[in-house]
């Protein structure tokens, strides 16, 4: 008997592998039906050895455990087989033609059936490879999609013996960009928080890494579950992504009729075959989880948190002065007097109910104060940088569109279609307010902070300054310009006097490494293109008053000399504009004197030794090529004054084969007026 058995389920493995080659070379596809009652048997076979696992080993369909205990409980067939048969098959899903809901369905089912009788191998592949179908399979199956995971196979692969843990990151990405049901963002994230320690840094590394649809979901969970106290930031405006609450599954039982949200859960292998027809666990009603018979215990399901944003304590018994919240608890003992839901926790609370050493294991959440020196740094700075970076992408990403010529844009119709039906555009334009609050609630620029994150974050937000000054005063334009003066102003004024060098290094035209981030450093680009966008951020920022004179007179003779040295002269007048609006005297914004500005020419001039003198007039001829006008009394009063000292200046002894036309030094100087 057995042999027949173990002969029927490697024959049936053998179609469902043929089903691949069958359908990929489109010779006699298999009907739906048939795929579907080879996968039905698959299911049906697996639950009928459930059904002989002793009760008692229900903990086993909770946490992945090493083989021995567990495959002991069954017969021993070609499982992993079975595993890879699905894995084909739905990698020619997407070109069945009809009937995919049913095979997608039947395929979850079958999926579920499996996952306790695979090897650690294949368990760990499970999460990656179920959230990857979002998008694939129809989309009335997203929730059954989602629900599998968050029920069980997450739970399940997230043990000391496998490595689904790994993959949470991952499968957070791919459920959060995938924008059908926000409710199901939600859901995945509160059972994540349920059983998962450092949830803030799976999400964080979303905003890091993931995609910009992924991004928009996983800040404003960020900002929904760890809120930043502060008014401001607490009572924004939401954009388009709105949090959604998730509803519990429908009751398993099969005999139940009401169907009623669960609320408890069974890992009962005989009762979950006996009443839900599916392995553990299954899901129960109120009204229905005193009929089960089962000897093993019932879990209490978390319920879903509300949508709506509760700042305040909501322990009954709160007496705190400051109820506002600071953290959640996801633990039995605590959400029990709470209908089950989360409780949030002012942090008198949040400390005093966890005093206690049975207390001390609660899972738990709370946000952050400060970055520096956590294992959060990494992706923190990174999230920052891409939130800001989002902004300043579709601004540009604008501004390229308006300069190509209309018929181009009109020849290319399909494609900028597509980004002005991109439904979360306005959503993206402002997710950099995010990144603002991050940088500065929990990035402060102390002086103990790291200098090349300070650099990294500053020369990103410049670049930020710089896109974002243009914009038109619209709400958008507004918010953002009303952020520079709540938030960015105070973190750049800070960093700037307690990281003093970085911020001069930012400014300068050869960046270090670590601050070549956003604009022209983000695309290939030629050095022109470098210095446009380091002359825009500096242009960006006079208006703010940060740049003062002991700056500009390190700063700007760089500029100058590397825009002499570097730049080919048909290419100077893209970069005349900049400078003239960096120079232009009633315009200046520069918090000191005109003669100030040109110190650092005058000084050279008066004081300088012969190669200083040199780089003066040299400078001075740029900038009179480059229509900067300038008081002719000034320039005459350096003249005669450098001229008086002309017998001291040490001269070199010329080298008669230096050709003068190449190298016109001082004598060409020439004033425009
Ligand atoms: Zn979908
Ligand atoms: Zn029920
Ligand atoms: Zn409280
Ligand atoms: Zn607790």
């Not at 395929?107 to 499970?126: H, M, S």
């Not at 994540?192 to 840094?201: A, C, D, F, I, K």
Request: hydrophobic fraction near 40%; proline fraction near 6%; charged fraction near 20%.
């Amino acid at each position: 008997m057995a042999t027949t058995r173990a002969a029927t389920f490697s024959a049936k493995i053998r179609t469902l592998t043929d089903f691949h080659t069958r359908i990929s070379c489109n010779q006699q596809p298999p009907s739906n039906a048939e795929i579907i009652t080879t996968l039905r048997y698959f299911q049906q076979t697996l639950i009928g050895f459930l059904k002989d696992v002793p009760s008692n080993n229900s903990t086993l369909f909770e946490k992945f455990v090493a083989d021995s205990q567990r495959t002991s409980q069954y017969p021993n067939l070609n499982y992993s087989g079975l595993f890879y048969g699905i894995v084909n098959l739905l990698d020619v899903f997407p070109i069945i033609t009809s009937g995919q809901t049913a095979i997608a369905e039947a395929i979850l089912d079958t999926l579920k059936a499996l996952y306790f009788f695979l090897d650690r191998e294949c368990v760990d592949q499970l999460p990656y490879l179920l959230a990857s179908q979002l998008g694939t399979f129809p989309a009335e199956l997203d929730k059954k999609i989602v629900q599998l995971l968050c029920d069980c196979i997450l739970p399940y692969s997230t043990s000391d013996d496998a490595f689904g843990g790994l993959s949470v990151p991952v499968v957070l990405m791919l459920v959060l960009q995938h924008p059908s049901d926000p409710g199901l963002h939600s859901w995945l994230l509160e059972s994540l928080m349920s059983r998962r320690e450092n949830v803030y840094h799976d999400l964080l590394s979303v905003i890091a890494k993931g995609t910009s649809e992924a991004r928009i979901s996983a800040v404003n969970l960020l900002f929904h579950y760890w809120p930043l106290i502060n008014p401001q930031i607490l009572h924004r405006k939401p954009i388009q992504y709105r949090v959604h609450g998730w509803s519990p599954v429908p009751c398993q039982n099969t005999m139940c009729t009401e169907k009623g949200p669960s609320i408890k859960r069974s890992y009962d292998p005989v009762a979950c075959a006996k009443y839900g027809d599916t392995s553990p666990p299954m899901s129960i009603c109120k009204g229905c989880f005193d009929q089960i018979e089962t000897d093993q215990p019932l879990y209490f399901i978390c319920q879903p948190m509300p949508a709506s944003h509760s700042v305040v304590c909501q322990n009954k018994g709160c007496e705190a002065s400051n109820r506002i919240a600071v953290g959640t608890c996801f633990a039995e003992d605590c959400i029990r007097a709470h209908q089950h839901v989360p409780l949030r926790l002012c942090q008198e609370c949040f400390t005093h109910l966890h005093a206690n050493p049975g207390a001390e294991a609660h899972r738990r959440h709370s946000g952050m104060t400060c970055v520096w020196n956590t294992i959060l740094e990494r992706d923190m700075i990174e999230a920052v940088v891409k939130l800001l970076k989002e902004t300043s992408a579709s601004l540009e990403g604008i501004e390229g569109e308006g300069k190509r010529p209309k018929w181009l844009r009109q020849l290319e119709g399909g494609q900028s279609l597509g980004r002005d039906i991109d439904s979360m555009s306005d959503e993206r334009r402002m997710l950099s307010r995010y990144g603002i609050w991050l940088m500065a609630a929990l990035c402060p620029p102390a002086p103990e902070a790291p200098s090349h994150a300070i650099g990294y974050i500053m020369s990103m937000l410049f670049q930020w300054f710089s896109t974002t000054a243009l914009l038109p005063n619209d709400s958008m334009g507004a918010a953002l310009e009303q952020l520079k003066t709540d938030f960015a102003s105070d973190w750049m004024n800070l960093a700037i006097s307690n990281h003093y060098e970085v911020f001069v290094t930012i400014l300068m035209p050869d960046l270090p490494e670590y601050a070549q981030v956003g604009g022209a450093w983000d695309k290939f680009s030629s050095k022109k293109d470098q210095m446009k966008d380091g002359l825009s951020k500096m242009l960006a920022l006079m208006p703010y008053d940060v740049i003062s004179f002991e700056t500009w007179n390190r700063v700007i003779p760089k500029w100058l000399r590397a825009i002499s040295d570097d730049i080919e002269d048909e290419d100077l007048p893209e970069l005349k504009i900049l400078l003239c609006k960096i120079f232009e005297p009633d315009l200046c914004p520069l918090p000191f004197e005109t003669n100030k500005v040109y110190e650092f020419i005058s000084s050279r001039l008066l004081k300088g030794n012969y190669e200083e003198t040199l780089d003066a007039l040299d400078w001075l001829h740029l900038l009179c090529r480059m229509d900067i006008t300038m008081s002719l009394n000034m320039v005459f009063d350096m003249f005669i004054e450098c001229l008086k000292r002309l017998p001291d200046l040490n001269f070199p002894i010329k080298n008669e084969e230096n050709d003068l036309e190449e190298d016109p030094g001082p004598l060409a100087v020439q004033v425009v007026m």
